[in-house]
Nanobody, 128 residues
């Protein structure tokens, strides 16, 4: 069982930056692929970024590519999302997720069905 807790959300002006983090419990964090998803009001939850459990592979949604960066620290059981050049359309609740059943060290799942554990989310609001 893994518990995930996001932090670092808030209000930021368009063009600004924000870093959100996710702390995971449990001793097998390094074996989980990790992802960030977001859900805006009235919209479906969407994939934002993912990182393989080996840490060597990352993958981004086209909408955030070049602006967001995902990283993980297996020693601290944390994964972070650095968000730069934020836009009002980035406003959403951001969720951290862990995928436990990934056997390929380089795989970064983009479909939420692959993820087994979810945090409660952190609100990111970008004002224009």
């Amino acid at each position: 069982q893994v518990q995930l807790a996001e932090s670092g959300g808030g209000l930021v002006q368009a063009g600004g930056s924000l870093r959100i983090s996710c702390a995971a419990s449990g001793r097998t964090f390094s074996s989980y692929a990790m992802g960030w998803f977001r859900q805006a009001p009235g919209k479906y939850r969407e994939f934002v970024a993912g990182i393989s459990w080996g840490g060597g592979n990352t993958y981004y949604a086209d909408s955030v590519k070049g602006r967001f960066s995902i990283s993980r620290d297996n020693a601290k059981n944390t994964v972070a999302l650095q968000m730069n050049s934020l836009k009002p359309e980035d406003t959403a609740v951001y969720y951290c997720a862990a995928a436990a059943g990934i056997t390929i060290s380089t795989m970064t799942p983009v479909v939420d069905a692959y993820y087994d554990y979810w945090g409660q989310g952190t609100q990111v609001t970008v004002s224009s």
